[in-house]
C-alpha cells in the first residue's frame, strides 16, 4: 500500500506534482509495482483528484479519511476492507519515494511473511558524517537483526574517541518502508501515541515501546530520500531525466 495525502505544507498537492511527465504518485505506483513483489499494490488517498489520478493511469486507489494522522492510519484503514482480508502481510511504501529501494521492500516483507518479525523495516550501512543530521533517521539493530532503538541523534554515541572505528562499524541509516502482518498492524494503530514517538517524531519508536518487536532487513544501497521540497523535485526530476533520457 502506497499512503498518499494531497495537503503537504511544504510541498502543495505533492502527490499530484510532476515527475517525469507523470504525477509523483503514479510514479511511486509504477516504481512498486514494477517489483513484483505483491499481489496487489494499492494506492490509500486522501482526496477525489489523487484517486482520479492513479485510475487514469491504471492504477488500483482506495479513498480513506483525510482526517489520518500518519499513512500507517491511512494503510491500517484499507487493510480493514474486507476486499483486502486475504492479505496476511502488508507493506507501507511511502507515496513520496520514486526511487525506492527495491531490496529494502523485498527485505522487510521478507521478515514479516517469513514469520520471524511481527513488523519489518530495513536499513543501509551509512558513514558518520550522518549522525550529525537530525533529518536522517538512524536505527541500532539487536543480534537477531530486530531494531533496539531510532532516533534523529547520533546513536550509537561515541563516548571513547579510542572506539571510533567500532562505532563507526555500526552506524546504519533507517530506510522509511515497513511490513506488518495484520494482526501487528492493526496493535499498532490501537496504540496510543508514546512520548518517546512524541519527542522524537518518529512513529515506529510506538509500537517498539510496547514490546512489538520490528526486524531490521540491512541492504547495500543508501536511500536517496523522499520529495518533501521544490528542490527535492528539482532533483528527483534531474533524477529521472538522467536515468531515463532517450526512453520511452
Known amino acids: 500500500m502506497i499512503p498518499a495525502r494531497l495537503g503537504a505544507s511544504r510541498l502543495p498537492r505533492k502527490p499530484l ?21 505483491a499481489e496487489r499494490v494499492v494506492v490509500a488517498a486522501d482526496h477525489d483528484d489523487v484517486a482520479a489520478a ?25 487493510a480493514r476492507d474486507p476486499r483486502f482480508a486475504q492479505f496476511g502481510t502488508i507493506v507501507n511504501v511511502q507515496g513520496d519515494e520514486p526511487f525506492v529501494n527495491e531490496a ?8 514479516v511473511a517469513s514469520g520471524h518479525f511481527p ?20 536505527v541500532v539493530r539487536a543480534d537477531d537483526g530486530r531494531a533496539l532503538y531510532f532516533s534523529r541523534a547520533a546513536i550509537p554515541w561515541l563516548r571513547d574517541e579510542g572506539d571510533r ?13 515497513y511490513a ?16 518517546l514517538e512524541l519527542v522524537e517524531r518518529l512513529e515506529q519508536l510506538r509500537p517498539l515501546a510496547a514490546g512489538l518487536a520490528m526486524g531490521v532487513a540491512m541492504v547495500d544501497e543508501v536511500p536517496s530520500g523522499g520529495v518533501d ?10 533524477r529521472w531525466d538522467d536515468l531515463f533520457a532517450g526512453r520511452t
Request: glycine fraction near 10%; charged fraction near 20%; proline fraction near 6%.
Open 180 to 195: 506488518y502482518s495484520r494482526e501487528a498492524l492493526a496493535a499498532w494503530v490501537a496504540l496510543p501515541p508514546h512520548p
Open 17 to 37: 506534482r510532476a515527475l517525469g511527465g507523470a504525477p509523483l504518485i503514479v510514479r511511486v505506483w509504477q516504481r512498486v509495482a514494477s517489483m513484483g513483489i
Open 119 to 138: 513488523l519489518g523495516t530495513a536499513a543501509a550501512r551509512a558513514g558518520s558524517e550522518i549522525l550529525d543530521t537530525p533529518n536522517i533517521v538512524k
Open 229 to 238: 521540497t521544490e528542490d527535492d523535485l528539482l532533483r528527483a526530476n534531474r
Open 104 to 111: 529494502a521492500v523485498r527485505g522487510a516483507a521478507g521478515l
Open 54 to 78: 492513479v485510475r487514469d493511469a491504471g492504477g488500483e486507489c482506495v479513498l480513506t479519511d483525510p482526517s489520518h494522522p500518519s499513512g500507517t492510519d491511512r494503510v491500517a484503514e484499507v
Open 165 to 177: 572505528s567500532l562505532r563507526n562499524a555500526l552506524v546504519r541509516q533507517h530506510i522509511g518502508i
